[in-house]
């Protein structure tokens, strides 16, 4: 959520800009800031929310598609039978597409 105002900052559960920010551990200080759903109530500077944004995509871009010499860990497919060998198969078929 974006944290324009300290209305909205109170809602987070957060209670003044002195607390500190959970990725640079300075004081949020201004606004805006930027407040995690999934670990409430942990607010960020807005510019730190985005780096870690970008630390989680490299993160998982790197995971998907390590680079040489490692091939990847696993491959995203539609078939759920290599999961699920006996139980009902979740993939659709051509005609379920649609
Ligand atoms: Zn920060």
Redesign the pocket.
């Given at each position: 959520m974006l944290i324009l105002n300290e209305t909205q900052l109170v809602l987070t559960g957060a209670t003044s800009l002195d607390e500190c920010?959970p990725?640079?551990a300075?004081a949020l200080g201004a606004y805006p800031l930027i407040s995690s759903d999934e670990t409430w109530p942990c607010v960020?500077?807005a510019?730190?929310a985005i780096q870690l944004a970008t630390d989680i995509l490299v993160d998982l871009f790197t995971f998907l598609s390590p680079p040489p010499p490692s091939g990847p860990f696993f491959t995203l497919s539609a078939s759920c039978e290599a999961a699920h060998p006996q139980g009902e198969s979740y993939a659709l078929n051509e005609s379920q597409r649609d």
């Open positions: 920010c990725y640079c300075k960020y500077h510019a730190c």
